[in-house]
């Protein structure tokens, strides 16, 4: 969707941790999989005892907050993100873990470091906010040393569906992505396209689990956080839908999947 990679919209979404931590807070509360994504994710990434690494678009530092005690010795951690209300909330957040991370404001597309400068480079669930994903994946690819290692997470085109057709169906207009595949979402069908470009694909693995959401109200924050422009008797329509679903069933089930592709500069 055009409006997820555009600048003011991204903007205004993370100026501060309130729409993330809100969107977050479903898949903490309802996922259905004893495994959290977080958890999932971090044995993949393959991290060894002094690596450097580098993640863009830290949000609120959640993969090394839920990971703490799994860094192996001597990684240096080095997470940027464009927004500075982010950064200040993943300091905070990450005030107890040692080594402290090294913090950077930093664009995708122009990232401040030379080259060669990292052994894995992490990018999970951002790199659809990117204007131009070719300039943010070559910049990557210039900052890895050799046999360095990307690992870009991202959803397939069916995550959250039955969210996504209910708040069109009932003419929600906001940020959620249609429920379709539309042209040039980075999903994770296409993530492997972008990336094979530029890197060598070695792995492309997928995690499938679900959302029995059995609170109307965190579920309508998720959907409000999606956009500034959120018509508010759409937004009741949608509520008083899932809260119908709840009753009769007592919970609103929705799909979710994520992907993570690893990829090797050779």
Not at 83 to 95: D, I, K, N, T, V
Not at 135 to 142: P, S, T, V, Y
Not at 219 to 236: C, H
């Amino acid at each position: 969707m055009k409006q997820l990679s555009d600048s003011k919209y991204v903007a205004q979404q993370y100026s501060d941790s309130s729409n993330f931590d809100a969107r977050v807070r479903i898949y903490e509360l309802f996922d259905v999989s004893p495994e959290r994504w977080m958890r999932w994710l971090f044995p993949r990434l393959g991290l060894r005892e002094g690596e450097r690494v580098l993640e863009i678009g830290c949000g609120t530092g959640n993969v090394w907050r839920e990971n703490a005690e799994r860094l192996p010795a001597g990684v240096s951690l080095t997470l940027t993100d464009l927004s500075p209300g982010m950064l200040e909330q993943a300091r905070a957040r990450l005030a107890e873990l040692e080594p402290q991370p090294d913090f950077r404001l930093a664009d995708a597309q122009s990232l401040p470091f030379a080259d060669a400068s990292f052994d894995a480079a992490l990018s999970s669930h951002m790199l659809y906010h990117v204007p131009d994903r070719a300039k943010a994946l070559a910049e990557l690819r210039r900052v890895l040393c050799p046999g360095g290692r990307l690992l870009v997470a991202t959803f397939p085109w069916t995550h959250l569906l039955e969210l996504r057709e209910l708040v069109e169906r009932l003419g929600l207009a906001g940020g959620m992505m249609a429920p379709r595949r539309e042209a040039n979402d980075f999903d994770l069908e296409r993530a492997v396209d972008e990336l094979s470009a530029v890197l060598t694909i070695e792995r492309v693995e997928r995690r499938d689990s679900a959302l029995r959401v059995t609170d109307v109200e965190v579920l309508v924050a998720y959907v409000r956080s999606m956009g500034s422009d959120i018509d508010a008797a759409a937004l009741e329509r949608v509520r008083a839908h899932i809260a119908r679903q709840i009753e009769l069933t007592g919970a609103f089930r929705i799909q979710i999947a994520a992907g993570l592709v690893t990829a090797r500069k050779r």
